[in-house]
């Protein structure tokens, strides 16, 4: 058995020793650690985090079996636990719309074996895509939505990803608001990529917004989908340089390259269960 430990807990003595030892005894070996104390302003308790990559030399070993007997260092500690099986690659889900840039570029990723990624489904309300998805073996479903079927298509798009066993959506350039409902079904496993450095030139037009500006900078943010709309933690986020030379349809080639970078890292960051969310912010592992 292979595995990840996440683990969060308020800071003090032994953590680090508690934890190695109890894998130690099981007959594990930890491969990679990393840690991390978040000292929150203005609160006396600092939060500490950990993650821990190891192997146990007994393949027969279930991740009940050891979360249940390391139920007593996580109640010394009052830690929370998430133990994940790096064998298994997530089931992920991909939602598009028209543009297909982020789209191709997780496919690709995914069929080159960059993203380990179990990749169920491609949902997207315009049939612009389905060739390519099913060339790469990928079932795609089209569930077109307008502003008064939006209610009912949210509902087809959750029995979907239901269907598929999903457990990870990633946005693709998704362009419908998720409502808060959509959201509550998978949180902090909804991956959006916004076009553009949050929280500058959020809505409708930001490279325009960031021409007539006349930005020195232009980029991308990948941040967990919440109820409040694009206030999620984010993941991750990439800047390039521009200057005054360049035009609307320049600035968005290269915001597009931006968007597809972006979003891929932010994936693989979570597909690798090396995300750890505390409040509005996120921990991310190297």
Same mark, same amino acid.
């Given at each position: 058995?292979?595995?990840?430990?996440?683990?969060?807990?308020?800071?003090?003595?032994?953590?680090?020793?508690?934890?190695?030892?109890?894998?130690?005894?099981?007959?594990?070996?930890?491969?990679?650690?990393?840690?991390?104390?978040?000292?929150?302003?203005?609160?006396? %308790?600092?939060?500490?985090?950990?993650?821990i990559e190891f192997d146990l030399a007994r393949p027969n070993v279930k991740h009940e079996?050891?979360?249940?007997?390391?139920?007593?260092?996580?109640?010394?500690?009052?830690?929370?636990?998430?133990?994940?099986? *790096?064998?298994?690659?997530?089931?992920?889900?991909?939602?598009?719309?028209?543009?297909?840039?982020?789209?191709?570029?997780?496919?690709?990723?995914?069929?080159?074996?960059?993203?380990?990624?179990?990749?169920?489904?491609?949902?997207?309300?315009?049939?612009?895509?389905?060739?390519?998805?099913?060339?790469?073996? %990928?079932?795609?479903?089209?569930?077109?939505?307008?502003?008064? *079927?939006?209610?009912?298509?949210?509902?087809?798009?959750?029995?979907?990803?239901?269907?598929?066993?999903?457990?990870?959506?990633?946005?693709?350039?998704?362009?419908?608001?998720?409502?808060?409902?959509?959201?509550?079904?998978?949180?902090?496993?909804?991956?959006?990529?916004?076009?553009?450095?949050?929280?500058?030139?959020?809505?409708?037009?930001?490279?325009?917004q960031a021409h007539e500006r006349g930005v020195k900078l232009i980029g991308a943010t990948a941040h967990?989908?919440?109820?409040?709309?694009?206030?999620?933690?984010?993941?991750?986020?990439? *800047?390039?340089?521009?200057?005054?030379?360049?035009?609307?349809?320049?600035?968005?080639?290269?915001?597009?390259?931006?968007?597809? %970078?972006?979003?891929?890292?932010?994936?693989?960051?979570?597909?690798?269960?090396?995300?750890? %969310?505390?409040?509005?912010?996120?921990?991310?592992?190297?």
């Amino acid at each position: 058995m292979s595995g990840v430990l996440l683990l969060s807990c308020p800071d003090q003595q032994g953590i680090v020793a508690a934890t190695s030892a109890f894998i130690a005894r099981f007959g594990g070996n930890i491969v990679h650690a990393e840690q991390h104390v978040d000292r929150l302003a203005g609160n006396d %308790v600092s939060v500490f985090f950990q993650r821990i990559e190891f192997d146990l030399a007994r393949p027969n070993v279930k991740h009940e079996a050891f979360l249940d007997a390391f139920q007593v260092v996580a109640e010394q500690f009052e830690m929370t636990v998430d133990l994940r099986n *790096t064998a298994v690659p997530v089931p992920t889900a991909i939602m598009a719309s028209k543009q297909p840039h982020c789209l191709y570029d997780l496919l690709t990723r995914w069929r080159s074996g960059e993203l380990p990624m179990d990749l169920r489904v491609v949902v997207s309300n315009h049939p612009d895509h389905r060739d390519i998805c099913e060339h790469m073996g %990928v079932p795609y479903v089209h569930l077109p939505v307008t502003k008064e *079927t939006k209610p009912q298509q949210e509902q087809q798009v959750l029995a979907t990803l239901a269907k598929h066993g999903v457990e990870l959506v990633v946005m693709a350039r998704y362009m419908q608001i998720l409502t808060d409902d959509f959201v509550s079904h998978h949180p902090m496993r909804i991956i959006n990529i916004h076009h553009s450095f949050l929280p500058a030139f959020i809505g409708a037009n930001p490279y325009r917004q960031a021409h007539e500006r006349g930005v020195k900078l232009i980029g991308a943010t990948a941040h967990y989908a919440t109820a409040d709309l694009d206030e999620g933690p984010i993941i991750a986020q990439e *800047t390039a340089h521009v200057t005054h030379r360049e035009n609307v349809a320049e600035l968005t080639a290269r915001g597009r390259d931006i968007e597809t %970078v972006v979003l891929a890292r932010a994936v693989r960051s979570h597909l690798e269960h090396k995300v750890a %969310v505390q409040g509005h912010k996120t921990i991310v592992y190297s």
